[in-house]
């Protein structure tokens, strides 16, 4: 049965399709072909029965007509199965759509992913080889004006980051990705808020709760909100309303760098 863990991935690229090409070209530099549109395609990748194929998910770019397939598969332990199973996923959504395809694995474990990249022996000198996006890969989104304009991505790299060393990093990281939420529809901000908190380590969350002291004018803005987080997000809210002058100088979350 899939994890919470699982779906939460999954979810992000299917609420932004065009976070999987990102990453391909941004993280792992694949040169995509030209492309106008990347939409998300029925994952059922069954051809012959009674065997099931199904993925994680497929997103598929488009130039008026399909150019590239992209199997999107969220990985959190080694499964020998998947090793028989990813091939055909590839080679069923190519017959299919008529385009090239690829596999891009996303794991939030360093040890999965380097297993997920070993090239898979398919007989008579033939192999393939999956995309594989570990956390160490993951873009790391400390400026806030990208997290915005990219929320996905943002919590993909708080959810990779957070728990790093540098607690003044991983902090600019969850603090990005947080703000970015807090402007999304109430859903997606309170799913995308808890999602980064839950995946803070301890010194990131408690540099965070500090950061974000208690404030008078919580109230207020916190009156209407049901999130299981409510005094953070409040707490957030006030600070970054603040003034430049009384949120920045030597904190960590004010870094622009990317």
Not at 93 to 107: D, F, Y
Not at 166 to 191: N, Q, Y
Not at 196 to 224: D, H, Y
């Amino acid at each position: 049965m899939p994890s919470q863990l699982h779906e939460a991935l999954l979810l992000l690229f299917r609420n932004r399709p065009h976070l999987a090409p990102e990453l391909l070209r941004d993280a792992l530099h694949l040169e995509l072909p030209a492309y106008t549109e990347a939409r998300i395609e029925s994952a059922d990748l069954t051809d012959v029965q009674p065997a099931e194929y199904r993925a994680d998910l497929v997103v598929l770019l488009y130039d008026r007509k399909p150019v590239l397939g992209i199997v999107v598969e969220a990985q959190r332990a080694p499964d020998d199965h998947k090793r028989f199973a990813w091939p055909v996923y590839a080679v069923g959504l190519r017959a299919r759509m008529r385009c090239p395809v690829c596999l891009l694995v996303v794991s939030p474990h360093e040890a999965v992913a380097r297993w997920a990249s070993k090239p898979i022996v398919l007989g008579g000198g033939n192999l393939f080889t999956p995309m594989v996006l570990g956390p160490s890969g993951v873009p790391e989104v400390t400026d806030q004006v990208r997290a915005v304009a990219d929320p996905e991505l943002a919590v993909l790299s708080a959810m990779a980051h957070v728990k790093d060393e540098d607690a003044g990093k991983a902090l600019r990281i969850a603090v990005a990705a947080m703000a970015a939420s807090l402007g999304l529809d109430a859903e997606r901000s309170t799913l995308y808020f808890d999602l980064v908190f839950a995946s803070l380590g301890e010194a990131a969350r408690k540099s965070f709760q500090a950061w974000t002291v208690p404030s008078t004018n919580i109230r207020a803005i916190s009156q209407n909100d049901t999130s299981p987080r409510v005094g953070l997000r409040a707490r957030l809210k006030v600070k970054l309303r603040a003034k430049p002058r009384e949120r920045c100088g030597a904190e960590p979350p004010c870094s622009s760098s990317s």
